[in-house]
């Protein structure tokens, strides 16, 4: 961080002051304990570990932006996950935080305590931008400020509309108003004091999403609720239009996620240099590395096996995201992440692991292999009643076949022989109408 003269330390005080003495939008409770946290963080902190909190915008029954390729909250969470593996790789001396690790949902107040609490040097959320239009697209990073015009104020407004799914947010929010303009005026004089070094990160993530030729709308400022509580260089990256068809399939695709991790790892890892150079610290960073995938091979967490049927949202799951279901031997087989990438692979493992599945275990997958001796099926409907190939429940499907197991008819349909197929097969099945299918692994 850069060091602040007396005098301006004198000011960013009055200010301070001032504020206490006319804002009412938090209680002065909130007020003061933040004002505090902020004065004890304008000289460089003499721990070990340069402390980064990754926040994945959204989570839970908050989903964020709909894209036709994706939830906002699922984009936000994959992003984090590999932003947080790059730099658990490569970085020793810089400790990631996560506000969340797999889909819940958690208030914008306590993303911000947990960046307070655990003393932060730098806060990056990361967020899907959206537009009623389809039109809209390219990259915008956001550092906390006063709104200059109606488009800064929607998104901050969209963003900030997540405290009506809190519980307390009536006292939470003491008369916090998102559709309001005059709500976040005077907040915002919080965060001046880290506004040179948001600027900064904030820069450089937008100058390596120009690099890889996306359109950059370049940094902004606007009134975001989760900016205004922490008390360290804060930004919030719109990482592009989930509602764009070709930017939202690019957000939701494993390789635009990775170009943009990497992305934000570079902004990082440049930020992080000059940070050390300005504090007198001399440690080595290591730049970039960009690890080679593996050819034609996919990594999956598997976490569990079970003779019960669960599907993703399940308590059972415990939040784990991008669950994959393969029935084989009588059992439903759990996999959860997709990569071609070692380090995340392990670093899934490890968030499962976390999850409680302590027996979890990466595996490797080839989804064009063809199967010997097997082949996958879909399973579609397991049902104690017993219906005929043609019954109107089965309309849109052919060659349905019937099997009994105890009491309990099983349904499947189709017949392939490598993963690929079976994915394509299962997820035209789903738009038929049997949202509870899922592939299922069978000896001829």
């Known amino acids: ?78 992003l984090v996950l590999k932003v947080g593996a790059l730099i658990e790789k490569n970085n020793k001396n810089i400790k990631v935080i996560y506000t969340r690790k797999v889909d819940e949902f958690i208030p914008l107040m306590t993303r911000a ?41 929607n998104v901050a407004k969209r963003e900030n509309e997540v405290i009506y799914l809190e519980k307390d947010y009536k006292s939470t929010y003491e008369g916090f108003n998102p559709s309001s303009p005059e709500s976040i005026i005077g907040l915002t004089l919080m965060q001046n004091v880290f506004l040179e070094n948001s600027l900064k990160i904030a820069s450089l993530v937008e100058d390596n999403f120009k690099n890889e030729s996306r359109l950059s709308r370049g940094v902004k400022q606007a009134g975001f609720l989760v900016l205004v509580q922490t008390a360290m260089p804060s930004v919030l990256i719109e990482t592009g239009f989930i509602s764009n068809y070709q930017e939202g399939k690019y957000l939701a ?36 590395v960009k690890e080679k995938p593996l050819e034609n091979t996919s990594l999956k967490v598997q976490f569990l096996a079970s003779f019960n049927k669960y599907f993703p949202g399940s308590a ?59 082949y996958y099926t879909i399973e579609i409907l397991l049902s104690p009643k017993k219906y005929k190939e043609r019954d109107a429940i089965f309309r849109g499907l052919n060659n349905v076949i019937r099997e009994k197991n105890n009491d309990v008819y099983v349904y499947t349909c189709g017949k392939v022989t490598n993963y690929e197929s079976a994915k394509r097969l299962l997820e035209n099945i789903k738009k038929i109408g049997f949202t509870d299918a899922v592939i299922s692994k069978l000896s001829f």
């Open 316 to 374: 059972q799951l415990r939040g784990l995201k991008n669950i994959e279901i393969i029935k084989s031997g009588g059992k439903y087989i759990y996999y959860t992440g997709n990569t071609n990438l070692r380090s995340e692979g392990e670093s899934n493992l490890k968030i499962a692991k976390e999850a409680g599945f302590t027996d979890a275990k990466v595996v490797e997958f080839n989804d064009k292999e063809s199967l010997k001796n097997e």
């Open 113 to 153: 305590d947990i960046a307070n609490r655990n003393k932060a040097d730098l806060f990056i959320s990361i967020h899907c931008n959206s537009s009623s239009s389809s039109a809209p697209y390219g990259t915008e990073t956001y550092v906390l400020g006063a709104h200059r015009n109606n488009d800064n104020f």
């Open 1 to 78: 961080m850069y060091i602040i003269s007396e005098r301006n330390l004198s000011a960013k005080i009055n200010q301070k002051k001032f504020l206490m003495r006319v804002l009412t939008v938090f209680n002065l409770k909130n007020l003061i304990i933040l004002f505090l946290i902020s004065i004890s963080s304008l000289s460089y902190s003499q721990k070990k570990d340069f402390v980064l909190v990754l926040d994945a915008g959204h989570g839970g029954n908050d989903f964020g932006a709909k894209g036709p390729y994706a939830f906002e909250k699922d984009v936000n969470l994959s």
């Open 253 to 288: 695709s494993e390789e635009g996620q990775n170009v943009i991790a990497n992305d934000i790892y570079g902004a990082l890892i440049k930020y992080k240099k000059e940070y050390d150079k300005k504090s007198g610290k001399t440690e080595e960073v290591k730049e970039v």
